[in-house]
Structure formats: structure tokens, C-alpha cells
């Protein structure tokens, strides 16, 4: 524990600057796959345990797109494509065969989904790491923002992500679909009843799902590695999100993401081995007080 | 209710189950069979006592991993740090395996049931990472390191692998023995009561956080002897013991089986042990076939073996 | 109740016959199989992976020249994800199943130590080709009687690499350095190892923060932050694989690299190919070259695995090729394949070999090796990606190993 070196960066301006862009570049990074959770589990009730294999695959296919087309943009957005079109078919084959079993139904199922593709992966791409390398565009000296280093790939990172919170917020809240999919997590059966194609609309909610978290993968690709089993590290996270944000709220998933990536920020100077283990507590905490976490609806 | 007939039934089987088994290495001994059955042996307790809460209670734990490895800690740190013979030390580490998972239980159980699954996973992952950090009692990722001293108990040779195949045999045996006999007993049938119509067995008298608390603390100690034999099979503790996955594992191990079987976790774990070890030999890619023959089940089967194979062919009542 | 008898017996007696099958013992049949477990899979799988290409070579050459007591040779690999518990488990079937009657074990640090247990039990000869924690062999409460290390140790490299750092921070005038090591048993030891002796060198260093990274988490933003901030001259790290690839690039992000020097014993080969934009200067030592030592025998090597894996060779490589060549002088010596007869074979044994500093290296009675060549020099992006090598001191590194084992009450 060095709580000194944490007082000593909260009095610099540098280095809070510093700090809290990375915590924010972890931060929404985190976002982008959790609200693919959350929305997932609100409206279908459905914990997605293979989560994280979508951010896998997300990485892999911008990957070999890249080699293919020298694209980033393209790269990325097949990336993102690619679990959309993942999502759908993995809803459409397992998960609604078990809609409304048991929750170890589906932990099993998903599962399993993660063991093959973890496989799958090594199968097609090899068992060791690949590295995709910088866009050129952004292959340019950091910013300096108030003494503190702010690199413009992250700060553009962190724009697409905010931008997509935003569309995602305003898109549930004004859109007549996104009106339906928030219907359709209070109460599905009225929806159905109402004439609504809800297996379109789970479809649909799946598709925007999985394809947030391949574009999280595809976007976090160039600098960080990817290899067979990325996805479990991620997902943990991913969940300890929705947990303490609230299941089925993009909102409180925007705010604990950013939280725990601000935890992380500043964790790793005032508790450099125990950074893990507080956010733990913060969980446990947030599940005796606030079982439904921050935005959480109660049941 | 015939009460006396059916433990003198279940204590039949398991004492032919025990001689078939103790037998068998006089017949013909095949290290990697006895290996097996010593790994079946800590699972099959593991898995048993996750289904006291799964199955009959309908507490869905996804942290039941951490009572299996606080135990294996606690026992390989006794056996490596004192003299206390291996008797005295597995009873210790069950001992306070008991007592922590009565103080997590006490925090966890007033949790409805999908918020008691994550904050038990919760509780878990803070557990591991305290045995990674503490590295100084603990010895972090490395886990403990020099082996368990390899000392008598009732003239058992524990360094003897045959010795310490009857051992971890009979102790399974006792143990699921203990088990089922809970199970069967009035207490098993009201955890069943709670988990079919818990307001109904709350209108009856039942209380239930004390009723469920009893159901974690109990699963915990036996989670704890299953610790015990893994510790002695690795001959040390590791963190895997208590991460998440091993969890996962007994999970699993109950789906696979059968959650309303009381054999079928034993078999769950038997399938999945089994399929470790061949599946290894022949291809490095077990994921894949594990994850297949998981869907088969999940798909195909929708149930656990046993329990696919009681409504297959229903004979009497359970 | 007799229908639950009947069904459960079935499935009992369905079980048991289909259960048994794979365990009853097979015939003995003249292929010697060799049993080799290590990480196969995830970030670090390099380090598997370049091991098993080194034994495959092996095999084919053993093979060639007759195999080990007439015996055609054949490796048998298993992956068993850097798990202790499942490199336990892995050991064992592998002797019990699956009829190995010699070990390599390619694990990493935190594995060996239970594949060591498994050894200490089975009594098979095992030579760890991976692990660089010293105390796995110079604790004499873990050190087992059948067990060898071939694999650089960490205690070894710390001297070595501890010396040439003294000198270079002298030269430049660096005193402020920052460690960012792996949060496990090898970053922790090791780098405690580097830091004890870099200041008995260098006394007046200051290690102004130190950064303890996750092993293959896949975001170092937060570390590489916090080591700008502490704004060190230098920086010592020890991370590897898929991790010092993720932390160069997103070091580059930050331009990490052009606000200080930094030193790393870890940077093998396909690394350095893997990662994108690799700065140049970076303080390495020499994990294998081509060039170091400067002879026929080690290019020829290096050369015939470049040639068949499209690759060049890791650390983790020659560590394999030397086992197996350990393996043939004691099998050759002994004539038998009996753990303690191999054992007492291999200690204190000296054989020739291309990695040897001199040309040759001694197995010492502590069960771990000492002569192998070990240089530091600065990497290049061409070929051969590390210059201006210096040899070290092997007088220096074991008198100081010495005085470090005393310290420890190993000795």
C-alpha cells in the first residue's frame, strides 16, 4: 500500500490528467462489452457467460482483415459486423433453447461455447500471440493536456465510445425499437401479445450485443495482444460491471465501468497488488447494500 | 416413513461399493486407474456437497471452489508447519473450513437467488486473490511448494499410492454415506420444501436463512474433507483449488450427472475426470470436444445422466 | 426398491467396463516415450511452443543416430496452461497412463514446483528445462534426488545482468530507475535478485517505483502511466511473450520509449519479430543468438531450426535441445533408463555443447547448470537484433551466487 505516491498524484494536476485519461481509456473499453451484457440480460434474462469470446472474436477478425485489406476502419467495423452476425446465430441455435431454464442451463451452454471457439481460435489463428500494430494515422507523439500525457489514439477511442454510449442512450430511450426492446425486458409476454416479433427482436438485441463486444475487441486490438482465451479476463470484468452498475441498465454500466477503470487509474499507485481485490470488495459491498446494483431496477 | 429400511439400503450399497473398489488393485493394479479414483475421490465430495445446495435447496453457489481450497491450504500449512499428525490436521482444516463458510454464509444466504450466486462468486474471487497476494503464508501462484510431509495414519502409508487410494476410498465412501444419509433425513426434506415452495415452507415454520445456513455450512465442511484429498493428491495446495473455474467444475459435475440424483454429481465428476484424461491423450484441443459433449448434454439430454436415465426408465418412487 | 439396485449396478458395471478401458496397462512396446508438459496455449505460449520445436528436432536426430539403447524415442506433449494443479495431474499420467519413462519438463516457474512433487513421489528422472527459480533446485527442501534444472537461473542472470547494467548506468549517468515486473514467483523473485545485486554495483541507484503487472493481463495503460509519472531514467522490466508485446505497444502509444532507457533480459526472437515498432537501444541480454557464442557448432543449430520451423529459436529452445543432449551423455554412461542410475550419472557431469560459454557445459551437484552463455547487448531492428554483446563473468556469477545461497540458508 503506497498511499503517499496516491496523495502525491492527487495534488498534481499532471498527473490526475494522466491518470484518469487511463482510467478512462479502461474504463469505456469496458463499457463497450459490458452494456453488450447488460442489454442482453435485461431483456432476455439471459447471463451471457460467452461474452467474452464475442471480444475475441471481435479482435481476431479486425486482425485478419487488416492483413487482407490494410484497413483499420475496415478491419474494425468487420470486427464489429462479425459478432453481430455471431450473436444472431448463437441466439438463434443455444440460447433460445433454453430461455426461461434454469440459469445453470445456460451457464453450461455458453460455456461450452467458450470452450470450442477458445479452441477454434488456436485451431485457425495459432496457439501463440499476435499483434496488430498501430493504425499509422495514430503513430504520432502523445498529447500533452495540462502536464499530462494524453495519447490521441485513446482519446479518440474514448470519443467512439462515448459516442456510441450516447447513440445506444438516445436510441432506447427515442426510437420505437428501442422503446420495444425496454418493454420487452419489463414485460415480454405483453410485447408478444401485442403483436411484436419478439424472436426478431431477441435476435436483434443479441446482434447489438455481441456486436458491442466485438467492437470493443476490434477497437482495443492494436495494442493489445491476442491470444486463445483472452476473452475470460475480460468477461469477469465485463460482469463485476453489470453486477455493480445494475443488470439491464446501460446507464449504470456507463458509470461503474468508469469507476472501476478510475479504480484501476489510481489502484495501481495507492495499492499496486491489491488493486483486484478492491474492486472485489466493492462488489460484495454494493451486492449487501444494493443488490440491484447502482441503476438497477429491484425485483 | 420407512426410514430404517432405506438408510440400511443406502449403507448396503455403499459398503459393496467399497469393497468393489478396495478389490479392485488386488485384481489388477493400473496406476493411472488408481490416480482416478484418488481425483474422483476429492471431486465427488466437492460436487455432492455443492448439489446439498443446488440441487435440494435451490441456492445456486458459484464460489463453492473456496471452502475446497481454504480447506487444502489450511491442511497442507498444518502438515507442513506443525507436527500434528494427518488425522488431527484434516480434522483442524475441516474445522475452520466449517467455520468460515459459516461466517460467509451468514453474510450470503438473506440474498435472493441470482444475487447469492454472484456475491458467493464475489466472495470467492476476493478469496483468491488473498491467497495470490499473501505470499509470504500462502507461497501467491506457486502455491505451497515442498510437498505435504508424508506421514502414517492407521498404518496408511500416505507416499504409498495404493495406501493412499484405500485411503481417499473410504473416506469418499464415509463421506457420501454422510451426505445421503443428510439428504434422506427430515432436515434434507425440508431443504427441498424451500426449494420447491419456500412460502409454503416458511407458512409451515420453517425459517429459512437459519434452515439455509445450515445447508452452506454443512456443504462448506464437506467441500473442505473433498480439499483434504486434494491436497494430499497434488501433495500441496494451489490457487486453482479455489478459483472460479474449479467451481465451475463442480457445476458441471452436477449438471452433467444430475442435479436430482443424489449420484449423479459422483457421476457428473467421474464423466468429466474421464473425459480429461482420454480426450489429453489424443488431441491438445479438449476444449473443443469438451465443449461439444457439453452441448450434447445440454441440448440433447437437457438433464443429467441419471436423471435423464430415471425418467427413461421410472421405476418406483424416489 | 430393487428397480434403482438394477439400474444403478447397470450403470455401475456400464461405467466401470467403459472407464477401465483406457487404464489397463499396455504392453510394453520398444518406442522409449518421453513425456514433455508445458504451456501450450494463451499469451505465453511461445514458450511451449518453442520447446516442443526444439524436441521434435532432437527426436528426429536421436532417432537418426540409433535412438537411446537401441530404442527409437518418441515425445509425447501435453498442455497444461501454466496450472499447477493440472501440471500435477498432467505429470502423472503421463508416467502412469501413458507409459513415459523420462520427464522433460518445459514448465514455467510456477508449475515446476508441482511437477517436482509428482517427481519426488515417482522417482522418475526429470530434467526442468524452463524454470529460472532458483530455489528449485538450490533449496535443498525442494531440490529432488532425480529432478535437474538445464534452464538458465535466475540468480545467474541477476549477477550477470546486474553487473553489465552497474556499468552501463555508470557510463550514461543513470541513477533513477523503475522496476515493472510480472506479479508471480519468477517477476517477484528475480527482480528482488536483479535489484540486490544491480546495487551492490551500483550503490547509489535509486528504484524510484515499482509496477507489478498481472501475468497476460491485457492492459498495461494503468502501469505505464503510473511509470511515466515517476518520471525514472530507466526502466527494468521482466515481462515476456504476448505481454512485453502488448507493453511495447501500448508504450508506444505513450512514448514510453523516448522518456527512458530500458533493460529486459527477455527479448527472444520471434518477439522482436512480432512486435510492430520496436524501438531500437533497448538493453537485452541474450536469450539465444546466432552469434553468441561466436562458433560453427551454435549458427549450424541455429540455422537448421530456422530452416525447419520458419522461426528463430527462443530462449526456451536451446534450454530443450540440452536437455536431451544431457540425457543421451548420462543414458550413454549409465545404460539404463533407472531414475537414480541417470541421476547419479548427470550430477556433476560436463558435457559438450554449442550453448556452452567455453564450448562445454558442467551439471553441478545442486542439480543445475553452470557455463552457458550469457551476454547482454542493445537490440537492433535487423538482423542480428542484438550488438555489441558482452560475455559475462562466470568467476563473478558463482562466487556471488555462493555468498546468495548462504544468505538464503540453502547452504
Redesign the interface.
Known amino acids: 500500500m503506497d498511499l503517499n505516491a496516491l496523495g502525491a498524484c492527487l495534488a498534481t494536476p499532471a498527473c490526475v490528467v494522466t491518470q484518469t485519461t487511463s482510467g478512462l481509456i479502461v474504463g469505456m473499453l469496458l463499457f463497450l462489452v459490458a452494456a453488450g451484457l447488460t442489454l442482453i440480460f435485461g431483456v432476455l434474462k439471459v447471463v451471457n457467460f460467452a461474452h467474452g469470446t464475442f471480444y475475441m472474436l471481435g479482435g481476431y477478425v479486425a486482425y485478419s482483415t487488416l492483413g487482407v485489406t490494410d484497413s483499420y476502419a475496415l478491419a474494425v467495423l468487420s470486427g464489429a459486423l462479425a459478432m453481430a452476425l455471431f450473436g444472431v446465430l448463437f441466439e438463434r441455435l443455444l440460447i433460445s433453447r433454453v430461455y426461461g431454464s434454469n440459469v445453470l442451463m445456460q451457464l453450461l451452454i455458453c460455456y461450452a461455447v467458450v470452450l470450442i471457439f477458445d479452441d477454434v481460435v488456436k485451431i485457425v489463428w495459432g496457439p501463440e500471440f499476435h499483434a496488430m500494430g498501430m493504425p499509422p494515422a495514430f503513430q504520432v507523439p502523445p498529447l500533452f493536456i495540462a502536464g499530462g500525457v494524453v495519447p490521441p489514439f485513446y482519446a479518440a477511442l474514448i470519443g467512439i465510445a462515448a459516442l456510441i454510449a450516447i447513440v445506444l442512450g438516445l436510441g432506447l430511450s427515442l426510437t420505437r425499437l428501442g422503446k420495444t426492446v425496454r418493454a420487452a425486458a419489463i414485460n415480454p409476454q405483453m410485447v408478444s401479445a401485442l403483436g411484436v416479433n419478439t424472436t426478431l427482436l431477441f435476435a436483434i438485441v443479441f446482434a447489438v450485443g455481441g456486436a458491442l463486444a466485438g467492437l470493443a475487441g476490434a477497437l482495443a486490438a492494436p495494442v493489445r495482444s491476442l491470444s486463445p482465451g483472452m476473452g475470460f479476463s475480460i468477461l469477469i470484468e465485463s460482469f463485476i460491471v453489470t453486477v455493480i452498475g445494475g443488470m439491464g441498465s446501460i446507464a449504470g454500466a456507463l458509470v461503474s465501468a468508469l469507476v472501476i477503470g478510475l479504480v484501476r487509474g489510481f489502484g495501481t499507485i495507492g495499492f499496486p497488488q491489491f488493486t483486484d481485490g478492491l474492486i472485489y470488495i466493492v462488489m460484495i459491498v454494493i451486492l449487501l447494500l444494493r443488490p440491484q446494483g447502482l441503476f438497477g431496477r429491484a425485483s | 416413513m420407512k426410514d430404517r429400511p432405506a438408510a440400511l439400503r443406502d449403507t448396503a450399497i455403499a459398503a459393496i461399493a467399497l469393497i468393489v473398489v478396495l478389490a479392485i488393485p488386488l485384481l489388477h493394479r493400473s496406476p493411472a486407474f488408481e490416480d482416478f479414483i484418488i481425483r474422483l475421490s476429492a471431486m465427488a465430495l466437492f460436487a455432492t456437497s455443492l448439489n446439498l445446495l443446488v440441487g435440494n435447496t435451490g441456492m445456486v453457489s458459484f464460489g463453492h471452489g473456496m471452502f475446497y481450497g481454504f480447506s487444502a491450504y489450511a491442511f497442507a500449512l498444518t502438515m507442513q508447519m506443525t507436527d500434528l499428525s494427518l488425522p488431527v490436521a484434516a480434522v483442524l482444516a475441516i474445522a475452520i473450513t466449517t467455520f468460515a463458510s459459516l461466517c460467509v454464509g451468514a453474510i450470503c444466504v438473506r440474498l435472493s437467488t441470482d444475487y447469492f450466486a454472484f456475491i458467493t462468486l464475489a466472495v470467492q474471487m476476493l478469496f483468491y486473490s488473498v491467497i495470490i497476494s499473501w505470499q509470504s503464508l500462502t507461497g501467491g501462484d506457486q502455491g505451497l511448494r515442498g510437498g505435504i510431509p508424508r506421514r502414517e495414519i492407521f498404518g496408511f502409508e500416505l507416499s504409498s499410492q495404493l495406501h493412499l487410494y484405500q485411503f481417499c476410498a473410504v473416506v469418499a465412501v464415509l463421506g457420501l454415506l454422510a451426505l445421503r444419509h443428510i439428504s434422506q433425513s427430515p432436515f434434507g426434506q425440508t431443504l427441498r420444501m424451500i426449494r420447491d415452495n419456500e412460502t409454503r415452507a416458511s407458512f409451515v415454520g420453517v425459517v429459512l436463512w437459519r434452515a439455509r445456513l445450515w445447508a452452506f455450512t454443512i456443504a462448506g465442511a464437506f467441500a473442505g474433507l473433498g480439499g483434504v484429498l486434494a491436497a494430499l493428491f497434488v501433495s500441496g495446495a494451489y490457487p486453482e483449488l479455489a478459483d472460479w473455474p474449479n467451481s465451475g467444475q463442480a457445476i458441471f459435475a452436477v449438471m452433467l450427472g444430475g442435479i436430482n440424483s443424489f449420484l449423479g454429481p459422483v457421476v457428473g465428476a467421474a464423466i468429466l475426470l474421464a473425459l480429461n484424461d482420454v480426450v489429453n491423450r489424443f488431441t491438445e484441443y479438449y476444449g473443443l470436444v469438451l465443449g461439444i459433449v457439453i452441448l450434447a448434454f445440454a441440448l440433447g439430454l437437457r438433464r443429467g445422466v441419471l436423471d435423464f436415465l430415471r425418467l427413461a426408465w421410472p421405476k418406483g418412487v424416489k | ?1 430393487s ?3 438394477t ?2 449396478n447397470v ?2 458395471g456400464g ?1 466401470a467396463g467403459l ?2 478401458a ?4 499396455k504392453a510394453q512396446a520398444n518406442t522409449l516415450r518421453i513425456g514433455m508438459q508445458s504451456i ?4 505465453i ?2 514458450l511451449g ?1 518453442s520447446s516442443r520445436n526444439s524436441l521434435m528436432m532432437e527426436q528426429d536426430r536421436i532417432n537418426a543416430a540409433g535412438g537411446f539403447l537401441g530404442r527409437q524415442i518418441e515425445f509425447v ?3 497444461s496452461k501454466g ?4 501440471a ?3 505429470a ?2 503421463l ?4 507409459g513415459c519413462e523420462l520427464l522433460v519438463d518445459a514448465e514455467a ?2 508449475a515446476s ?2 511437477v ?3 517427481v ?2 515417482l522417482g522418475v528422472a526429470c530434467i526442468h528445462t524452463n524454470s529460472e527459480t532458483s ?1 528449485l533446485t538450490a ?1 535443498p ?2 531440490r529432488v534426488a532425480t529432478a535437474f534444472r538445464v534452464a538458465r537461473q535466475g540468480v545467474h542472470d541477476a549477477v550477470a545482468g546486474s553487473i553489465y547494467l552497474a556499468d552501463y548506468a555508470n557510463a550514461k549517468k543513470l541513477d533513477k530507475w523503475a522496476t515493472c515486473s510480472p ?3 519468477y517477476g ?1 523473485d528475480t527482480t528482488a535478485q536483479y535489484l540486490q545485486f544491480f546495487k551492490k554495483f551500483k550503490p547509489d541507484v535509486e528504484i524510484i ?4 503487472p ?6 498495461f ?6 511509470l ?2 515517476a518520471k525514472p531514467q530507466a526502466l527494468f522490466t521482466l515481462l515476456y ?3 512485453l ?2 507493453f511495447v ?2 508504450g ?4 514510453l520509449f ?1 522518456q527512458m532507457t530500458v533493460a529486459t533480459p527477455n527479448v527472444d526472437y ?1 518477439v522482436l519479430a ?4 520496436l524501438p531500437a537501444g533497448i538493453q537485452s541480454a541474450t536469450r539465444y543468438l546466432e552469434t553468441f557464442p561466436d562458433t560453427p557448432a551454435n549458427k549450424e543449430w541455429g540455422q537448421a531450426y530456422l530452416k525447419k520451423w520458419n522461426e528463430r529459436p527462443t530462449n526456451w529452445s536451446w534450454q530443450n535441445s540440452l536437455a536431451m543432449h544431457f540425457y543421451e551423455a548420462a543414458i550413454k554412461k549409465a545404460n539404463t533408463l533407472d531414475g537414480k542410475a541417470l541421476a547419479a550419472a548427470l550430477t556433476g557431469m560436463k558435457i559438450n555443447t554449442p550453448f556452452g560459454a567455453d564450448g562445454t557445459i558442467t551439471m553441478r551437484d545442486d542439480h543445475t547448470t553452470i557455463g552457458y552463455a550469457i551476454g547482454w547487448g542493445q537490440t537492433t531492428p535487423k538482423e542480428p537484433f542484438i550488438i555489441d554483446v558482452k560475455p559475462a563473468d562466470w568467476g563473478k556469477i558463482i562466487e556471488l551466487e555462493t555468498e546468495w545461497k548462504k544468505q538464503q540458508n540453502y547452504i
Request: a neutral charge; glycine letters at 4%.
Open positions: 426398491m428397480g434403482t439396485i439400474r444403478r450403470l455401475a461405467a472407464l477401465a483406457p487404464w489397463v496397462a501450450l496455449s494463451g499469451p505460449a511461445l511452443t506433449f501435453r498442455d496450472q499447477p494443479q493440472e500435477a495431474r498432467v502423472r499420467e508416467v502412469n497412463s501413458t516457474s510456477s514446483f508441482a517436482q512433487e509428482v519426488r513421489d530455489s533449496d527442501k525442494i506479479d508471480y514467483a517477484r517505483t515499482e509496477a507489478w498481472k501475468l497476460g493481463q491485457p492492459d495503460t494503468e502501469v505505464i502511466t503510473k511515466i509519472q511473450a504476448g505481454d508485446s502488448a505497444n501500448q508506444n502509444v505513450y512514448a523516448s520471434p512480432a512486435i510492430k515498432n
